[in-house]
């Protein structure tokens, strides 16, 4: 788990070291566009979307935003060239790696280890983790949920062959356990949040003591490596519409609520569960944390090849 100490050191050195890479690329190219991948969890980047902020800060470029139900997707887009910036949780950057996709780890966010679960039906005869040997376990592959499943498999004495992983997106995978297709579904917020309140389903296990279901900010490398003052911009503005989330909840939800669509009270309890959230780069202590991510998958054989996460650590201080 990544104490929060880490964090208050990474803010007291990020101004310092952005001053530094950005000297080293005075002669960058002026940003002509940037376009931002982003999920519905992504509270940070949500906030700033809807009040215009990055139009503003950048009138000279064209600002996209593309919404995307899972970080797979996302980071297929951001390596094929269709994205330069997008944030996801900690295993999509992981099997990203493993398949030689170009891209950097260029931020990081607090954990956030109760806003994922595993979830079974309020009258399943599951009540603890070791019941899921043999089971059916919806969950979208790669993602942070399917990091989750494999610590929670691990906590109960099961190996990965003891459960029957059935891959599907988060809305697919809702209906498919709304219908009793699945035994259980391992989900993140706000999806975890929505059929909390729509169904009662019991928990099985969140993140705590499984997960730290850290978030990655990353992007391209020719993004990385033109723009690391556009990067200094967007961490400034993030850590900023955090701010919003802690000291104006109301509005903060108000906001979330109107972009996507979900109820009030699924927004608000998705947040309640969610920490003080400022935006910095990578430290030494959230590293080795995603590179015990990598192990568990090439221990599973879930990736094909050890991978060094340090390898696409991006530092602006021009080291990386």
């Known amino acids: 788990m990544i104490a929060r100490r880490h964090f208050v050191r990474l803010l007291a050195t990020t101004a310092a070291l952005w001053g530094v890479g950005a000297r080293a690329q005075a002669g960058a190219e002026p940003l002509k566009e940037l376009r931002i991948g982003y999920q519905k969890a992504a509270i940070n980047l949500v906030l ?29 887009a951001l390596s094929a060239g269709s994205l330069e910036f997008g944030l ?40 603890r983790l070791p019941d899921l040997k043999g089971k059916r376990v919806a969950l979208q592959k790669g993602s942070s949920a399917h990091y989750l499943l494999v610590r929670a498999v691990e906590k109960a004495g099961l190996q990965w062959a003891d459960i029957q992983p059935v891959y599907l997106a988060p809305a697919d995978a809702r209906a498919a356990f709304e219908r009793r297709s699945v035994d259980a579904w391992a989900i993140w917020d706000p999806f975890y949040a929505a059929v909390e309140l729509a169904l009662k389903p019991r928990v099985l296990a969140t993140g705590r003591d499984l997960s730290s279901n850290n978030s990655f900010y990353l992007a391209s490398r020719a993004f990385t490596t033109q723009h690391p003052k556009v990067l200094a911009t967007l961490f400034e503005e993030l850590t900023r519409a955090d701010r919003l989330v802690q000291e104006d909840r109301p509005a903060a939800i108000k906001l979330v609520a109107g972009f996507s669509g979900l109820d009030a009270g699924v927004v608000s309890l998705f947040i309640q569960r969610r920490p003080k959230s400022p935006v910095g780069p990578l430290t030494a202590a959230i590293t080795a944390d995603q590179q015990r991510v990598a192990d568990a998958f090439h221990q599973l054989g879930l990736i094909p090849k050890r991978i060094q996460v340090a390898d696409i650590v991006w530092r602006p201080d021009g080291n990386k």
Request: proline residues 14%.
């Open 48 to 76: 700033i979307k809807q009040q215009g902020i990055l139009e503003k800060r950048f009138p000279q470029a064209r600002v996209q935003w593309v919404e995307f139900p899972a970080g797979p997707q996302l980071l297929e």
């Open 88 to 127: 996801t949780g900690d295993s999509p950057p992981v099997f990203a790696q493993a398949a030689g996709k170009d891209l950097f780890y260029v931020g990081a966010e607090p954990p956030k280890p109760d806003s994922s679960a595993i979830v079974v039906l309020p009258d399943s005869p599951l009540r």
